[in-house]
């Protein structure tokens, strides 16, 4: 075999190679990313249950939060924002438990994405645990099972952990003065005769 025989041989080869995956890459299905995804370290927080990060608002589905600019005494006599306590305790628990969240829903008039947000802590008392941070702000009383324009829970187990906090006086509920914000809000719907749009929901993914 020449030299020139033996340069097309090897040519030819690898050739044949690069077709093969050529072909196999086309054939194989492409990668499923995970619909799971951390809350940027840099998303802005505006209440309680939700921020916005690069234009678009992201809120935790099925919770409310207390509303600024209303208030509570708390233990020393001290009037507090309603609203700003809520958000603390998010700020608090995003940067503790450091969760991950999938989309449940988008309002695209809104920009706004509806997220439910899972934590699994690797050290401490709870870990190996699984905590949803929206059940996780309602149970310890800082947040609230939101509600529809009609008085019904959007999310039927938020309620139910609304209602333990609510009986062992946990958090917000210690305070005799709570603004309860569904309370207020569908006063408000109620008296302006407005109606409200429920956003667009996707049926909940399976657990991650």
């Given amino acids: 075999m020449t030299r020139l025989d033996r340069a097309w041989f090897w040519l030819s080869g ?11 890459a086309q054939a194989a299905p492409p990668p499923n990313p995970s619909p799971w995804f951390a809350i940027p370290p840099d998303a802005v927080y505006s209440t309680g249950d939700t921020w916005t990060y690069r234009g678009e608002t992201w809120r935790l589905y099925g919770v409310q939060s207390c509303l600024r600019g209303t208030f509570f005494t708390n233990s020393h006599g001290v009037r507090v924002d309603c609203g700003e306590a809520s958000l603390t305790m998010l700020a608090s628990l995003v940067r503790d438990l450091a969760p991950v969240c999938y989309t449940a829903g988008w309002q695209p008039a809104s920009r706004t994405r509806f997220l439910i947000c899972i934590a699994r802590p690797t050290q401490g008392a709870a870990a190996g645990s699984r905590i949803d941070l929206g059940t996780a702000l309602i149970s310890t009383g800082w947040a609230f099972a939101a ?12 309620i139910v952990a609304q209602a333990v906090a609510q009986k062992q006086r946990s958090g917000l509920w210690q305070f005799a003065d709570l603004p309860d914000p569904n309370v207020i809000i ?3 719907i109620r008296s302006s005769g407005a109606d409200s749009v429920a956003p667009p929901i996707s049926a909940p993914a399976s657990d991650r």
């Fill in 186 to 188: 569908l006063r408000t």
């Fill in 147 to 158: 509600v529809t324009p009609a008085g019904a829970p959007v999310h039927q187990p938020y």
């Fill in 14 to 24: 690898c050739a044949s190679v690069l077709a093969a995956s050529v072909a196999f």
